[in-house]
């Protein structure tokens, strides 16, 4: 059973760039040996981090999204604990999350066909007539 996994990691803000896209294709690399695929990789650049983490204020933001099985993500997972420059990592599984988006908007897009046609009287109903006000004085 493939799932889809969101793997958010912040290394060292002072990592050069060579260093970080070898740490990158290496975790890269275990994904298909794994049984996986690598849907995206994207690099969210230097940010301030929320608090203090090994003596850091800023790291530096990787996403990495990847569908497989929960051993690619123990394995990856292991990789990110040894790896030094890591300073913290956190993976997310979202095909759940997915599932439940795409059956409410099939819900809303059902409502939006159903709200979209014109409603008209049945056949031998006669159309409520307007309202009336009448004013006293």
């Avoid at 790291?59 to 890591?86: C, D, N, T, W």
């Avoid at 988006?101 to 006669?126: F, M, Y």
């Amino acid at each position: 059973m493939n799932r889809t996994y969101e793997l958010m990691f912040i290394v060292r803000p002072d990592m050069t760039d060579e260093d970080l896209e070898k740490l990158i294709s290496n975790l890269q690399a275990v994904v298909p040996t794994a049984g996986g695929t690598v849907k995206s990789v994207e690099k969210m650049g230097k940010r301030r981090l929320a608090y203090t983490v090994r003596r850091f204020h800023e790291g530096i933001y990787v996403l990495l999204v990847v569908e497989g099985g929960g051993a690619m993500i123990h394995e990856l997972e292991r990789r990110l604990r040894v790896s030094e420059p890591v300073i913290k990592f956190l993976t997310v599984r979202v095909d759940e999350e997915q599932k439940r988006l795409e059956k409410i908007k099939k819900i809303r897009d059902a409502r939006k066909k159903v709200s979209a046609q014109p409603v008209t009287p049945a056949e031998g109903e006669v159309a409520a007539p307007a309202a009336e006000t009448t004013a006293t004085a």
